[in-house]
């Protein structure tokens, strides 16, 4: 069975800078396009930012400048690195995969974005 492990989460300071990374394992990670997907308190689940095998990269608007997604295939890792954080940031961040039409989501991790 897929897994996907999200670590890195927590409290920041607005301004401040968060990375979290996610493993994978039991997934042929190099085929596999990767993503984090945020949800908001109260709010559905969006897209953060996506990154295919290829290495094409989308993110939200909301994220664009601020965050960057990378993937390191020799690890089966999906790192978010997260700067200039701003309340609206607040959110659990769920690792997303997508392989030959199937989807796998981690348990996610909490960010608060909180002076």
């Known amino acids: 069975q897929v897994q996907l492990v999200e670590s890195g989460g927590g409290l920041v300071q607005p301004g401040g800078s968060l990375r979290l990374s996610c493993a994978a394992s039991?997934?042929?990670?190099?085929?596999?396009?990767m993503g984090w997907y945020r949800q908001p308190p109260g709010k559905q689940r969006e897209l953060v930012a996506t990154?295919?095998?290829?290495?094409?990269?989308n993110y939200a608007d909301s994220v664009k400048g601020r965050f960057t997604i990378s993937r390191d295939n020799a690890k089966s890792t999906v790192d978010l690195q997260m700067n200039i954080v701003n309340p609206e940031d607040t959110a659990i961040y769920y690792c997303?995969?997508?392989?030959?039409?199937?989807?796998?989501w981690g348990q996610g991790t909490q960010v608060t974005v909180s002076s």
């Open positions: 997303n995969a997508r392989i030959f039409a199937a989807e796998y």
């Open positions: 039991r997934i042929t990670f190099r085929f596999a396009t």
């Open positions: 990154l295919t095998s290829t290495g094409t990269t």
